[in-house]
């Protein structure tokens, strides 16, 4: 991608707006950590692992803001904040995994000066982005081998660059396919309400050169009963014990359609968005955003005033409609409640 989804320079986050592109590109600038939960609970960041680098961020700013104070103070201050930061969003699980990490070092440094441990915060957060870029190349060379030549892939959302700290999950692999030469094409859901299927994911694609046509979410059934779509790839924010997965809202349909006509439908995730705690998708938390999402597109009404609204951000995808789960420690299958915690290597 031409422009970062997120760098950090020393002293402030900078994070593309994802709120406004394509046609804008503009910066949002966090200085503190309430600005970064600011950013994630309004999208200005979005999307599981760019969610969770931020978080990591968001962290040290908080620590090194207390940096100054009596250590007792600092921990205390440091905690609140990260309860703060933790409810900015409740569904992706990469949330409250990054920021666990973050506080896993500070309880590993407890008998060090606080300005060593926020040092070390600053350099936590560096690796959590490093790891996203490495683990995003190892789940679409993981994820290639499930492309075949000439495949047309439909996607849901937006999981490319602009949503992790790398080069993306299930756009990562779309990615690699068209690279490695595989002349493969691409069906791009808009993704309603917040669009980020035709904001986001259409500028990505448009960018790499990637052949990609642009649909309204209700096409995905015409195309997959005239039998033109070969594979369903999508992302997730948490994946349950049990495989059960929440995804954007109307994942879940997709993965319908799929298994009623045939066509693969494929999870594409980091094992940190996988929640061993949660047995399964009933248990995860859906999102509910405000109803202006729903009555108004780009600023303007398109609903009658005073409508009763429901929008959910996102929904769960069972298990049993799930042909694989691409992960960058490789393809997770049926029975996913073993295979699951046996690629984690959990009890
Ligand atoms: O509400 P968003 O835009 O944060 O939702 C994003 C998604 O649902 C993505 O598919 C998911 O986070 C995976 S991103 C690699």
Known sequence: MKYETLAFDGEVLRLLDQR?????????????YKDVEYAIAEMVVRGAPAIGAAAAFGVYLAAAEYADLAKGEFHAKLAAACQELAGARPTAVNLTWAIERMLSKVTAMEGEPVSSIVESLLEEAKT???????????????????????ATILTHCNTGSLATAGGGTALGIIMAAHNSGKNIEVYVDETRPLLQGAR???????????????????????????DKIDLVLVGADRIAANGDTANKIGTYM?????????VPFYVVAPT????????????????????????????????????????????????????????????????????????????
């Not at 406004?20 to 503190?32: N, R, V």
């Not at 959590?128 to 000439?150: C, L, M, S, T």
């Not at 642009?214 to 995905?220: C, G, K």
């Not at 997709?254 to 045939?262: I, Q």
């Open 128 to 150: 959590i982005v490093r790891e996203d870029v490495e683990i995003n190349k190892a789940i679409a060379r993981h994820g290639n081998e499930i492309v075949a030549p000439g």
């Open 20 to 32: 406004k592109l394509p046609g804008t590109i503009e910066f949002f600038t966090a200085k503190t």
């Open 254 to 262: 997709l993965s319908e359609l799929a298994g009623r006509f045939g």
């Open 200 to 226: 986001l994911t259409a500028f990505e694609l448009m960018q790499a050169g990637v052949p990609a046509t642009l649909i309204v979410d209700s096409v995905a059934a015409t195309l997959m009963r005239e």
């Open 272 to 347: 940190s968005s996988i929640d061993l705690s949660v047995p399964d998708g009933s248990h995860i938390v859906i999102e509910e955003r405000s109803a202006r999402e729903v009555t108004h597109i780009g600023g303007l009404r398109i609903a009658p005033e005073g409508i009763k609204v429901y929008n959910p951000a996102f929904d769960i995808t069972p298990h049993g409609n799930i042909n694989g789960i691409v992960t960058e420690k490789g393809i997770i299958r049926p029975h996913y409640a073993r295979n699951v915690s046996e690629l984690l290597g959990a009890e």
